[in-house]
């Protein structure tokens, strides 16, 4: 399979963009982690990786999103984008996802990855921006790998997504970029609607006949102002994804992205870990892209490395969240989001104004964390790569006390929303 892998990456990419992925989503990458470890050892801290929301808005309108697609437009502008990379290279940072809303729908997208080729940029899209112009610069540049969600069947598309058309636009876009031998990757957010179409051989197998060199199932958060309960997986169908992830890892010429466990099977959260943050369009500085709370924004006069080092809220949020869980904090203790919103003043980082009542209305639901259900990689590069780049970085070592563990599949079944789940 490894062999496999290599002559896929040899023959079916354009050398001079896999040279500098490696370079520096490789090499620098794994260095910017080393980095972070030493930093935590002095007692100190700054996320080796950050994701940035450039902007808010979306052409689409899909089930479960908590972002502000609808409301006026705001975005990150150009000077504040570079001036956030800026500093989080200066801390050896290389890595940087991009979000929205719609990324492609930022005017300056493009600006931001020319004068900033010295590092890599992964960006998180629906596809339907990637026209050939677009596809000929991200390839000129070098620096940029495109993640292409899919959301299932068309049917399952359209209505997950909020309109018609949405798959035929989105195949439109990942064939054009494969096209222009970019590095390609597509994203699931797998959900009831989507599991038995996508999570299966069949669908990776038409992934890697397409030229898609890497993949990434992660699973449906049920959060935001219509969170949509019903397409949230249970337990088992979560296991049936972490094996599915493990199996093709060691089967497929593929690479397999996850957020989730290291290389035991140890649900882990990199927010809580300190792996990664998130900064919003607003330019609020916050755990990760989903809980929109923040005490400190990019735009205070504070440098970046400061605020990342002496932020209580953030902190707090690490320990706090270590402490009763290996899972996602959202999913399972809400509660404690609150609490820790109330303790630290934190603001609502959105328009809507509603994050603390959403929060109060989510019906907690285990996530990663099944414990004495661990499934270990299989794959011994996956193994060695956890080992050293994706661990706890011994936080939950240090905090984690099973007896505050809090199991959600123990309470009483929770009503489930009386909204329609269309299935092929």
């Known amino acids: 399979m490894y062999l496999r892998l290599a002559k896929r990456f040899v023959t079916e990419t354009d050398k001079r963009?896999?040279?500098?992925?490696?370079?520096?989503?490789?090499?620098?990458?794994?260095?910017?982690?080393?980095?972070?470890?030493?930093?935590?050892?002095?007692?100190?801290?700054?996320p080796p990786f950050l994701y940035m929301s450039v902007i808010n808005s979306c052409n689409l309108r899909c089930q479960g999103c908590w972002v502000d697609v609808a409301e006026k437009q705001h975005r990150i502008e150009l000077e504040a984008a570079n001036k956030t990379i800026a500093q989080a290279k200066a801390m050896g940072n290389s890595f940087f996802g991009i979000l929205g809303g719609e990324p492609f729908m930022h005017k300056d997208l493009l600006k931001i990855f020319e004068q900033n080729r010295d590092v890599y940029f992964q960006?998180?899209?629906?596809?339907?921006?990637?026209?050939?112009?677009?596809?000929?610069?991200?390839?000129?540049?070098?620096?940029?790998?495109?993640?292409?969600?899919?959301?299932?069947?068309?049917?399952i598309?359209?209505?997950?997504?909020?309109?018609?058309?949405?798959?035929?636009?989105?195949?439109?876009?990942?064939?054009?970029?494969?096209?222009?031998?970019?590095?390609?990757?597509v994203c699931t957010s797998v959900c009831k609607s989507n599991i038995d179409d996508l999570v299966n051989d069949a669908w990776v197998n038409r992934l890697i006949d397409m030229g898609?060199?890497?993949?990434?199932?992660?699973?449906?958060?049920?959060?935001?102002?219509?969170?949509?309960?019903?397409?949230?997986?249970?337990?088992?169908?979560?296991?049936r994804v972490r094996q599915f992830v493990v199996d093709t890892r060691a089967t497929k010429p593929i690479v397999v992205i996850d957020a989730y466990h290291d290389d035991a099977g140890n649900a882990l959260c990199p927010a809580a870990t300190g792996f990664t943050h998130h900064v919003g369009p607003w330019g609020d500085i916050e755990p990760c892209p989903v809980i929109q709370l923040a005490t400190e924004s990019i735009h205070d006069e504070r440098p970046l490395a400061e605020t990342f080092n002496y932020s209580e809220f953030l902190s707090d949020?690490?320990?706090?969240?270590?402490?009763?869980?290996?899972?996602?904090?959202?999913?399972?203790?809400?509660?404690?989001?609150?609490?820790?919103?109330?303790?630290?003043?934190?603001?609502?980082?959105?328009?809507?104004?509603?994050?603390?009542?959403?929060?109060?209305?989510?019906?907690?639901?285990?996530?990663?964390f099944q414990p004495g259900q661990e499934i270990p990689e299989r794959s011994f590069v996956y193994r060695w790569a956890k080992r050293y780049a994706f661990n706890d970085f011994g936080t939950y070592t240090k905090h984690f006390d099973l007896s505050k563990y809090h199991d959600p599949d123990l309470d009483e079944p929770a009503l489930e929303s009386s909204l329609p789940v269309l299935q092929d």
């Not at 309109?163 to 590095?183: D, F, I, P, W």
């Not at 993949?215 to 249970?234: D, K, M, T």
């Open 317 to 368: 949020f690490r320990e706090l969240t270590a402490q009763h869980t290996r899972g996602c904090v959202i999913m399972e203790r809400p509660d404690l989001l609150i609490d820790l919103a109330n303790k630290h003043g934190a603001r609502d980082t959105t328009v809507r104004g509603a994050v603390i009542k959403e929060l109060e209305n989510v019906v907690p639901r285990r996530s990663q």
């Open 157 to 185: 598309s359209d209505t997950r997504r909020g309109r018609g058309g949405v798959l035929n636009q989105t195949m439109k876009g990942l064939e054009t970029a494969l096209k222009h031998n970019l590095l390609v990757g």
């Open 17 to 46: 963009l896999l040279a500098k992925a490696v370079w520096m989503l490789g090499v620098k990458g794994l260095l910017s982690i080393h980095k972070h470890k030493r930093r935590l050892k002095r007692g100190e801290f700054f």
């Open 212 to 239: 898609v060199m890497y993949c990434w199932f992660h699973i449906y958060r049920p959060v935001g102002p219509e969170p949509n309960q019903q397409l949230a997986l249970s337990s088992d169908e979560q296991r």
């Open 123 to 155: 960006v998180f899209t629906n596809g339907h921006f990637i026209t050939d112009e677009v596809a000929a610069k991200l390839r000129e540049y070098g620096n940029v790998t495109p993640l292409i969600s899919v959301e299932g069947s068309e049917i």
